[in-house]
């Protein structure tokens, strides 16, 4: 365990869900109010027994707690419904292996996020960004949240394979993560297989946009075979199938302790990497990169429409650190500090990574309760973050809680969009890149406006955030630099 975790200081408590039909209830609570239900849980007890169908589970709702689980990654491996749920789709990638083979993997897939790449991926970002930009038009009602996926999965599919996602692809990429993120979340927390294996609209929708987003990874992996080597995420997968290897990982920039494991399959050293492996690495990080960023993009337009103070401040940052409003590359984001703090602010109120699930190797104990071999365990970053004992007024958008002379103020324990430990996000740094970059360009340029209807509310899939958050553009003094119908050049300082 880790030396910088401590254990808790006051003894914890242990509680039950309430709930009138015990062995149903809870499954419904959170599959209908998941938010709400969330919020509920921290009165009953630090840790809260629930029923999930047939499964009793424990939500950690201490943040001290959930530190003390995530540090111990063999006690609590991956596993559970969710992760059962997404290993059927993702197979066994570094998201969803066992503890006893992710040394191995999180050192092979390290390389391509340490942060010496970031620059690099920053410049593709603000390509991106910037292009996105031109596309609108004053006067124009834009789907956010679909321009925030396209935005996210052009970047990602560069990073991952290059150039390989055309238009068309990408469209395809967009619509079949939609359909498969809606139908995850229900599959997670209604763990009865019979459900869905009923040929409803739903569930054929479902199943559709798995076979066709499978078939695309291996038809991009095919494609690369044949052409000349590159240095991408593919690339470096694809050399290390041909023998190269994957290095062995050290000073990759991960501060996570992957490295200090031991047991793990790492230990071995790096080993040929097979074609099913590429494949469920591919399908892994495209799930993860696309939709966790996107929401997050989503969401911080929505909170800064309906905080116009926090935007103001936005607006001044940008205008100051942007010439003529271009977007951002390595040197600026270090001084876009506001903007950091919106991105982190959004992602406190609004954690894209909400809700994951754990199961426990072995009977253990935690805050003092015996907990049995195999017990789902849950955590909830949304759930630690709107703890008012944690953060005052949780449910208002603050983004200068996160100002370096404020930020001490906050229990920073409870911080945990990216988890912590050594299954922490490995796309950390590259996520907070991609949200700073989109952000800082977008209101370079444009005002989101809400459009009524719309209320941006986040909608808990397998992801949280806005689903269909239809904004209204209006330009800001840089936007004469794109063609537009209708410029009617407004200033808002
Ligand atoms: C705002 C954006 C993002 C958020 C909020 C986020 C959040 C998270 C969280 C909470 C976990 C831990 C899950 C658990 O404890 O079970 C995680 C893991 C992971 N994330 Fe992210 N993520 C984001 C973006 C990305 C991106 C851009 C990538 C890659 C392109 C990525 C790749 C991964 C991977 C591969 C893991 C598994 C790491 C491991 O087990 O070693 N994520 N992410």
Redesign the pocket.
């Known amino acids: 365990m880790s030396g910088a975790v401590t254990e808790p200081t006051r003894v914890s408590t242990v509680g039950t869900a309430p709930g009138i039909f015990p062995f149903v209830s809870h499954a419904i609570a959170l599959f209908r109010r998941p938010l709400d239900f969330l919020n509920s849980l921290p009165a009953q007890g630090d840790l809260v027994e629930l029923r999930l169908g047939p499964q009793r589970a424990w939500m950690i709702c201490d943040p001290q707690l959930v530190h003390l689980m995530?540090m111990d990654p063999h006690t609590f491996d991956?596993g559970g419904t969710?992760?059962d749920r997404l290993g059927a789709l993702m197979g066994n990638?570094?998201?969803t292996?066992p503890q006893s083979e992710?040394r191995r993997?999180?050192t092979l897939?390290q390389p391509g996020?340490h942060p010496s790449r970031i620059p690099a991926y920053t410049e593709l970002m603000a390509e991106e960004a910037e292009a996105l930009c031109r596309e609108w038009r004053a006067g124009e009602k834009v789907d956010v949240t679909r321009a925030m996926m396209a935005l996210?999965t052009r970047v990602?599919s560069r990073?991952?394979f290059s150039g390989s996602l055309d238009a068309e692809r990408a469209a395809v990429v967009r619509e079949c993560l939609a359909a498969v993120v809606r139908g995850l979340f229900a599959r997670t927390v209604v763990p009865v297989d019979a459900v869905f294996r009923i040929p409803t609209p739903a569930n054929r929708r479902y199943q559709e946009a798995l076979r066709r987003l499978h078939a695309l990874i291996d038809t991009i992996i095919a494609e690369r075979r044949e052409a000349p080597p590159r240095e991408d995420l593919l690339g470096t997968l694809l050399a290390a199938h041909d023998g190269g290897g994957a290095g062995n990982g050290a000073g990759n920039g991960d501060e996570?302790g992957?490295g200090v494991r031991d047991g793990d399959a790492a230990a071995e050293g790096p080993r040929r990497v097979s074609d099913r492996e590429i494949h469920d690495q591919l399908i892994?990080?495209l799930l993860?990169?696309?939709e966790?960023?996107a929401?997050?993009l989503a969401s911080a337009f929505s909170l800064l429409a309906v905080n116009p103070e926090a935007e103001r401040a936005l607006h001044r940052e940008v205008d100051a650190v942007l010439r003529d409003g271009q977007a951002p590359g390595q040197e600026e984001l270090a001084r876009l500090e506001y903007t950091r703090c919106v991105v982190t602010e959004t992602?406190r109120v609004c954690?894209?990574?909400w809700l994951?699930?754990?199961i426990t190797t072995r009977e253990t104990e935690l805050g003092g309760h015996r907990l049995p071999r195999g017990a789902m365990i849950l955590?909830s970053?949304y759930l630690l973050h709107h703890d008012p004992a944690s953060f005052p007024e949780p449910e208002r958008f603050l983004p200068e809680r996160w100002l370096p002379e404020r930020e001490t103020a906050v229990r920073k324990g409870a911080m945990?969009?990216?988890?912590a430990g050594?299954?922490?996000?490995?796309?950390?740094r590259?996520?907070?890149a991609?949200?700073m970059v989109g952000v800082a360009t977008v209101a370079a340029h444009w005002r989101l406006r809400p459009v009524s209807g719309h209320d941006g509310q986040p909608r808990p899939a397998v992801t949280l955030g806005p689903r269909a958050l239809v904004m209204l553009c209006e330009p800001r003094q840089h936007s004469r630099h794109y063609r537009m119908a209708g410029d009617n050049g407004v200033d808002d300082v």
Not at 416 to 419: H, Q
Not at 422 to 428: E, L, Q
């Open positions: 995530l991956k969710q992760y990638g570094i998201v292996c992710h993997q999180r897939l996020f996210t990602t990073v991952l996570t992957v892994t990080l993860t990169g696309v966790t960023t929401m997050c992602l954690p894209p990574g994951f699930t754990r955590y970053p945990l969009p990216f988890a050594n299954r922490k996000c490995i796309g950390d590259f996520a907070m991609e949200a």
